[in-house]
């Protein structure tokens, strides 16, 4: 019961932090609560049942049950040991403690440790989930991993189903030398009807689809890159919470090079992250950041040898996923704040813009063509 009363004094505090939920999340909350397919246990339903007093009817407002009414009495415990909390509070506390309990529909629970369940199946896009962590893991290593538009696609999806999952955070990394080669630059190609007005307009909108997935990705959001990474690959990391990154990884963002613009909010995050004057270097002249530059400039929260970096971080991640996840994500809220994200999403609208008028350009489309016909490579 002291167990109980701690867990919803917490709650109390953190709830402060976050008075979010609608009465339709509760009312959906509830309703899956009904659906549960696992028995929560007897902590989570009294749990369960104090907030859902509190949230409908406000403080408790009822006699103590007699001392041989055991279970009504910790019912009633919980109940009143929530005190004076606002009822949206514990409306949001509900929802939040449901939406721990429920996997959705492709997610899998956190599984025992040791068990790998994989959630999505895709060739190119592998998602497991194991330890808590659910791990994306972009799989062209002979394409060095470059990313195809059915593979934004299925990276956003991923990403959606692994806010709701009952994972702790979400781990990206690559198969193979590379984390990632970027763009397929064969996507310019391989637009159907061969228009290309046709391939910038739905390349902008998937694009930025992808990106605000990542504006909005509630879990820490962690990067592992275990080798060399290019254009998006690169960007999006402005967007990342920790990125843990190789000594044989390196930085490239050559997008002057193909006659195109930033993207990922990048204009964004790296002149916030590293200052203007070395962002401009990378995303105007290209320049190309070794692990050890970009760990100086902010962009990698630590690098690793190499033949350690696997085991090393794997121990930590597994560690940190662990700790309580409410506290995680709300600690992410108040750091990547809700007009914080307004603005990565106004960015990210501007910056798809910008690139759907860039690649009808005669810049890039003739970077592309070299890229093609073997002349070019970075
Ligand atoms: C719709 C949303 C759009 C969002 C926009 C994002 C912007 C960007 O991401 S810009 C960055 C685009 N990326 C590039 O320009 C990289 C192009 N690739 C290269 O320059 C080189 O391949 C490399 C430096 C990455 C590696 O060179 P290396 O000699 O070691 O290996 P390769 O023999 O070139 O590569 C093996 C194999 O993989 C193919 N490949 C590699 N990267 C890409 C790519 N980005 N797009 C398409 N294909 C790629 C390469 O062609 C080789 O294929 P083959 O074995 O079939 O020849």
């Given at each position: 019961?002291?167990?109980?009363?701690?867990?919803?004094?917490?709650?109390?505090?953190?709830?402060?932090?976050?008075?979010?939920?609608?009465?339709?999340?509760?009312?959906?909350?509830?309703?899956?609560?009904?659906?549960?397919?696992?028995?929560?246990?007897?902590?989570?339903?009294?749990?369960?049942?104090?907030?859902?007093?509190?949230?409908?009817?406000?403080?408790?407002?009822?006699?103590?049950?007699?001392?041989?009414?055991?279970?009504?009495?910790?019912?009633?415990?919980?109940?009143?040991?929530?005190?004076?909390?606002?009822?949206?509070?514990?409306?949001?506390?509900?929802?939040?403690?449901?939406?721990?309990?429920?996997?959705?529909?492709?997610?899998?629970?956190?599984?025992?440790p040791g068990t790998q369940?994989k959630?999505?199946?895709?060739?190119?896009v592998v998602v497991t989930s194991e330890d808590g962590i659910t791990k994306i893991v972009f799989n062209r290593p002979?394409?060095k991993n470059?990313?195809?538009?059915?593979?934004?696609?299925?990276?956003?999806?991923?990403?959606?189903?692994?806010?709701?999952?009952?994972s702790?955070m979400t781990v990206f990394t690559g198969n193979g030398d590379y984390y990632s080669?970027?763009?397929?630059?064969?996507?310019?190609?391989?637009?159907?009807?061969?228009?290309?007005?046709?391939?910038?307009?739905?390349?902008?909108?998937?694009?930025?689809?992808?990106?605000?997935?990542?504006?909005?990705?509630?879990?820490p959001l962690v990067a592992v890159v275990n080798g060399p990474a290019?254009?998006?690959s690169?960007?999006?990391l402005?967007?990342f919470?920790v990125v843990y990154a190789s000594d044989k990884a390196t930085?490239?963002?050559?997008?002057?090079?193909?006659?195109?613009?930033?993207?990922?909010?990048?204009?964004?995050?790296?002149?916030?992250?590293?200052?203007?004057?070395?962002?401009?270097?990378?995303?105007?002249?290209?320049?190309?950041?070794?692990a050890g530059?970009a760990y100086?400039?902010?962009?990698v929260t630590e690098v690793f040898p190499d033949s350690t970096l696997q085991k090393e971080v794997w121990a930590r991640l597994k560690a940190y996923a662990k700790?309580?996840?409410?506290?995680?994500?709300?600690?992410?809220?108040?750091?990547?704040?809700?007009?914080?994200?307004?603005?990565?999403?106004?960015?990210?609208?501007?910056?798809?813009?910008?690139?759907?008028?860039?690649?009808?350009?005669?810049?890039?489309?003739?970077?592309?063509?070299?890229?093609?016909?073997?002349?070019?490579?970075?």
């Amino acid at each position: 019961l002291l167990q109980v009363v701690r867990f919803l004094a917490a709650r109390v505090h953190l709830g402060r932090a976050t008075m979010r939920a609608s009465q339709k999340d509760f009312d959906n909350a509830v309703k899956q609560v009904k659906l549960l397919k696992e028995d929560p246990g007897n902590e989570v339903k009294v749990k369960l049942y104090a907030l859902y007093k509190q949230a409908t009817e406000g403080s408790c407002n009822v006699p103590k049950p007699g001392v041989f009414d055991f279970i009504n009495k910790v019912k009633w415990d919980a109940w009143n040991a929530l005190g004076s909390l606002p009822k949206e509070t514990a409306r949001q506390n509900y929802v939040d403690l449901v939406s721990s309990l429920i996997p959705s529909s492709e997610a899998s629970s956190r599984g025992e440790p040791g068990t790998q369940e994989k959630l999505l199946a895709s060739e190119d896009v592998v998602v497991t989930s194991e330890d808590g962590i659910t791990k994306i893991v972009f799989n062209r290593p002979t394409k060095k991993n470059a990313i195809t538009t059915q593979m934004y696609q299925e990276i956003t999806q991923a990403l959606k189903t692994a806010s709701k999952d009952n994972s702790a955070m979400t781990v990206f990394t690559g198969n193979g030398d590379y984390y990632s080669s970027g763009n397929d630059l064969t996507n310019f190609t391989s637009t159907p009807s061969g228009n290309i007005e046709e391939f910038a307009k739905r390349g902008a909108d998937i694009l930025r689809d992808f990106v605000d997935t990542f504006i909005d990705f509630p879990k820490p959001l962690v990067a592992v890159v275990n080798g060399p990474a290019v254009g998006i690959s690169v960007t999006t990391l402005g967007l990342f919470d920790v990125v843990y990154a190789s000594d044989k990884a390196t930085f490239h963002t050559p997008f002057s090079h193909l006659g195109q613009t930033p993207e990922a909010c990048s204009s964004y995050t790296f002149p916030k992250i590293m200052g203007p004057a070395k962002a401009n270097e990378m995303l105007i002249f290209g320049k190309k950041l070794t692990a050890g530059e970009a760990y100086a400039q902010g962009l990698v929260t630590e690098v690793f040898p190499d033949s350690t970096l696997q085991k090393e971080v794997w121990a930590r991640l597994k560690a940190y996923a662990k700790l309580p996840p409410n506290a995680m994500r709300i600690s992410k809220s108040l750091i990547k704040s809700s007009s914080e994200r307004e603005k990565l999403h106004a960015v990210n609208a501007e910056e798809c813009t910008t690139l759907q008028a860039r690649w009808l350009s005669e810049e890039c489309i003739g970077a592309v063509t070299s890229f093609m016909s073997r002349k070019a490579k970075l």
